[in-house]
């Protein structure tokens, strides 16, 4: 889940590259990892345990729904209902939406978990554990996730929004049918995001078969739970405090500094620094 630094943290500490032998691995070659590979490594030889045309697994059985924005999480919450997956990751783009379709989950009554970069190392852990022993039937997560799980009989990967970059579909697809088992993958194309999919289309050298969209499968949701990632306390307060004029140590500070009461900072008072220094003098003793 975004280890880089450590991984680059711990080649600088190791013996010059000429007198080591090392093998890196990866889903994929992204520009930073090839960067990290030729940075810490002496002449590295690339070997693709893909075939070439072979990208998605087999196994897996892809389809997309084409939906509007509005009537994903209805479709979510039918899918779910109609297929009752046992273990299930439902991808997003952004953390605002993951959160919000894990809540949506939460208050629908289908035991769901939020898993962005966001939540604590330990409480990741934690909730994988959960996962993998089946308290949690479903994992919301964004692209940080993606890269990092090894959870076997993962029976479907939701992409809430279809992804931007042909590689984290991939990656995402990846989370189904490991370790010989079949799995699905299922995509919403909406008006915002469906513009990738020919990208990837390509990527994968296929296309992914469009499903029907039964009216009966959109149910109406009930209420979302409420937040599971609180705002930061001093957030909201710290700004309005400095907008408002009301009481606290922010409106005591400027009436301070206005001439209110003796003892303000020189050349800080509305009558000017004439006035002002006078005080300063008789403050000092």
């Known amino acids: 889940l975004g280890f880089i630094k450590d991984v680059r943290y711990m080649l600088r500490r190791m013996p010059p590259a000429s007198e080591r032998l090392n093998m890196l691995f990866s889903a994929t070659l992204s520009l930073r990892v090839t960067e990290l590979a030729y940075e810490h490594m002496n002449a590295p030889q690339t070997v693709d345990a893909n075939p070439p045309d072979q990208v998605t697994v087999e196994r897996v059985t892809q389809q997309v729904f084409h939906v509007s924005k509005e009537d994903k999480i209805p479709l979510l919450l039918g899918l779910m209902r109609s297929m009752d997956p046992s273990r299930t990751v439902v991808f997003t783009n952004t953390k605002r939406d993951a959160e919000r379709v894990a809540r949506y989950l939460i208050g629908n009554d289908i035991g769901a978990a939020l898993l962005t970069g966001d939540v604590p190392q330990r409480k990741r852990l934690s909730l994988l554990e959960r996962f993998k022993s089946g308290e949690l039937q479903v994992l919301v997560a964004t692209d940080v996730a993606a890269r990092g799980l090894h959870i076997d009989d993962v029976s479907h990967v939701i992409n809430y929004d279809l992804p931007q970059d042909p ?40 296309k992914i078969p469009v499903a029907t969209l039964d009216p009966a499968l959109l149910i109406k949701p009930k209420p979302p739970a409420e937040r599971i990632i609180k705002p930061r306390a001093d957030g909201p307060r710290g700004s309005s405090r400095h907008r408002s004029g009301g009481a606290g140590d922010g409106s005591g500070r400027r009436r301070r500094r206005s001439g209110g009461r003796p003892g303000g900072r020189p050349g800080k008072s509305s009558e000017g620094a004439g006035t002002a220094a006078p005080r300063s003098d008789e403050s000092g003793g």
């Open 167 to 206: 590689e984290d579909y991939v990656h995402r697809v990846g989370r189904t049918a490991r370790a010989g088992q079949s799995g699905d993958a299922i995509s919403f194309g909406c008006e915002s995001y469906v513009f990738s999919l020919p990208e990837i289309e390509e990527f994968i050298g296929k």
